[in-house]
């Protein structure tokens, strides 16, 4: 399996709940970003954290990281429609001498109004 | 500011056509190039990245290759599309090789082979 996976896969909630999606990891990590999708579009960077921090915010979005179970989470907060997007963690780690990032197979958010 | 430019947006074409898709980014020198394929409902593959005006390095054997003519220019190319070339591919930019430069993707290209 890919070195970062989300889950769950899908995920359909309503309007002003709040949205939890997960990202676990194979190898050591320096840093993982989510990233945002809309459909048919490019992915928009939302957060970094960095293998030393554990949790970090921006606005209604917050990102924890628990490198001991090789994890993270996203969680976004009263949710919006305009939310509804794939929703990817990256992650980047020494292998054979050079820096890989790894996308996840993403979590597609359903917000309904 | 930094901007990405990827075209064209969606592209049908035949089994055994040549393909040619440019990315250009403006408002940065020296950027690290990258070109993905996203298969409907997955994640993202990495195709090509390139650290420098002809330096290419492929991440999967297949039928596309990729050149860096210029600078701010990177082309993803196939003598000879098979239909399982299909899928979305996305062009990024970055200032260095580690996520913390971050990541900016271009609003990607449809490529559908009949």
Known sequence: SQQGEEDPQALSIQEGENATMNCSYKTSINNLQWYRQNSGRGLVHLILIRSNEREKHSGRLRVTLDTSKKSSSLLITASRAADTASYFCATDANSGGYQKVTFGTGTKLQVIP | ?114
């Open chain 2, 1 to 114: 500011s930094q901007t990405i430019h990827q075209w064209p947006a969606t592209l049908v074409q035949p089994v055994g056509s040549p393909l040619s898709l440019e990315c250009t980014v403006e408002g940065t020198s020296n950027p690290n190039l990258y070109w993905y394929r996203q298969a409907a409902g997955r994640g993202l593959q990495l195709l090509f990245y390139s650290v420098g005006i002809g330096q290419i390095s492929s991440e999967v054997p297949q039928n596309l290759s990729a050149s860096r003519p210029q600078d701010r220019q990177f082309i993803l190319s196939s003598k000879k599309l098979l239909l399982s070339d299909s899928g979305f591919y996305l062009c990024a930019w970055s200032a260095g090789l580690y996520l913390r430069y971050g990541y900016t993707f271009g609003s990607g290209t449809r490529l559908t082979v009949v």
